[in-house]
């Protein structure tokens, strides 16, 4: 729950939507969101409308078109083991762990879906760096109209990542 409780102290007026697939995750999220909302109030500071669920990021609960912006640190394989990766099309835990080479293009593909067309935009962070490049030249996430706008050098815990910036574009 750190990157949205980061864009809400730049963004109080914006609306967030957080999630993960494991829920011991998104309790701890929400945990984090109230503390940090207590926090600014406490401060006099603005508190932005934030909600934290347990959900699928490759079948995301949204509408085609209806999300401005998407911010999200990838699974990369370093801190996160693939094995702990998890697409769930059924019941928690129907689908063995599939390797972040078949998760990168997936997620990508339900980004650009719900990205608005023209102004959505996404920024995600990756330490395998060469997994986004495949999945960012995979003929369907190409063809939901995602475009890479610019990737920066971050080091997080010491480790050099990359900041991939997505914009979607006219087409898709």
Known sequence: GT????????????????????????EAARANMAHARNVCQGQGMPWPLMEVHEWDASQLPMEAGSVDVVLSDL??????????????????????????????????????RVLKQGSGRALLVSGARKLMWEALADPQVLATGLQLQSQRTLVIGGMHVLLFTLAKGQTG
Not at 7 to 23: K, S
Not at 81 to 86: I, L
């Open 75 to 112: 699974p990369w394989g370093v801190r996160e083991s693939p094995a702990g990766v998890r697409l769930l099309q059924g019941p928690k835990g129907s689908r063995s762990a599939p390797s972040l080479r078949k998760l990168y293009p997936t997620l990508l593909r339900e980004v650009g």
């Open 3 to 26: 990157l949205p409780i980061e864009a809400a102290t730049a963004f109080p007026g914006a609306t967030f939507l957080a999630g993960d697939v494991d829920g011991e995750v998104v």
